[in-house]
């Protein structure tokens, strides 16, 4: 079964979202684990639905003051069972560290929420074969101080940056190397139990391809999964 979630980022407003579950609730594909990522102020509209609820951040504190910020206790309290961390996004355009991300998995873990790490290089970084030290910093950074079973109970999703609302995606042979190093890098025990999802422009064109990947527990995506009908297409094509 595939793990297949949508990132709405700072998209869609009420209107939309309604019809939005509204369909979702008439799919089915036994095939996949659904989880939907609206935007924060959004999270309650999508209680008691026929998919999981995810958030796209949380606050790094347990709670008190933090203003803006949400805490993990408080997205358990609207019934999130997963959260994306590490969005490269979130690194770069709010300079998001790995001390930070490290907090937040911890917070989420305390509250049995299950976190979404993104991880990925830039064209940059792959162009220059650092790609390995990327992963590297970005996945020990994350996981520090966290014992094996606390890492088995987050989902990787390696994000490569260039592919990020770009259109271009990897080839099949450069995700499955990519996962491959990302699991030589941690520790056996671990290695093989972690699930590793792929994201960066996921779309109609490009799953039927993307589904002949061997070792790979599902798909984050973006902008494909913002407009409902073409979604569902989409989601019809996983699993099958
Ligand atoms: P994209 O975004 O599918 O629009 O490329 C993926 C993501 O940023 O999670």
Same mark, same amino acid.
């Given at each position: ?5 949508a990132n709405h980022k700072m998209n869609l407003t009420k209107e939309t979202l309604v019809n939005y579950k509204e369909t979702l609730l ?10 939907v990522c609206p935007s924060l102020p959004y999270l309650d509209l999508f209680q008691?639905a026929?998919f999981?609820l995810g958030s796209q951040n949380?606050?790094? @504190? =347990? +709670?008190?003051? #933090?203003?803006g910020?949400v805490?993990? !206790?408080?997205?358990?309290?609207l019934? *999130? ?8 996004e ?44 990327? @992963? =590297? +910093?970005?996945? #020990? ?5 966290? !014992? ?5 109970? *987050? ?66 995506v973006g902008g494909s999964s913002l407009e409902i009908n073409s979604w569902i ?8």
């Amino acid at each position: 079964m595939k793990l297949v979630v949508a990132n709405h980022k700072m998209n869609l407003t009420k209107e939309t979202l309604v019809n939005y579950k509204e369909t979702l609730l008439t799919f089915t594909n036994p095939e996949i684990n659904l989880v939907v990522c609206p935007s924060l102020p959004y999270l309650d509209l999508f209680q008691n639905a026929n998919f999981a609820l995810g958030s796209q951040n949380v606050g790094m @504190l =347990e +709670k008190g003051s #933090l203003t803006g910020e949400v805490s993990a !206790t408080q997205l358990k309290d609207l019934g *999130v069972s997963y959260c994306i961390v590490g969005h490269s996004e979130r690194r770069t355009k709010l300079n998001e560290t790995d001390a930070m991300i490290n907090q937040k998995i911890k917070e989420l873990l305390k509250q049995d929420i299950t976190p979404i790490l993104c991880i990925g290089e830039t064209q940059d970084e792959r162009s220059s074969g650092e790609i390995t030290t990327v @992963l =590297e +910093k970005e996945l #020990l950074g994350a996981f520090k101080d966290l !014992t094996s079973d606390e890492i088995s109970r *987050v989902v990787l999703a390696y994000e490569p940056i260039w592919a990020i609302g770009t259109g271009i995606t990897p080839t099949n042979q450069e995700i499955e190397e990519t996962i491959s190093q990302i699991r030589n890098i941690l520790n056996k025990q671990v290695s093989l139990s972690l699930r590793i999802l792929y994201g960066g422009s996921v779309n109609l064109q490009n799953i039927t391809t993307l589904e002949q990947i061997k070792d790979l527990a599902g798909y984050l995506v973006g902008g494909s999964s913002l407009e409902i009908n073409s979604w569902i297409q989409l989601l019809e094509q996983i699993g099958r």
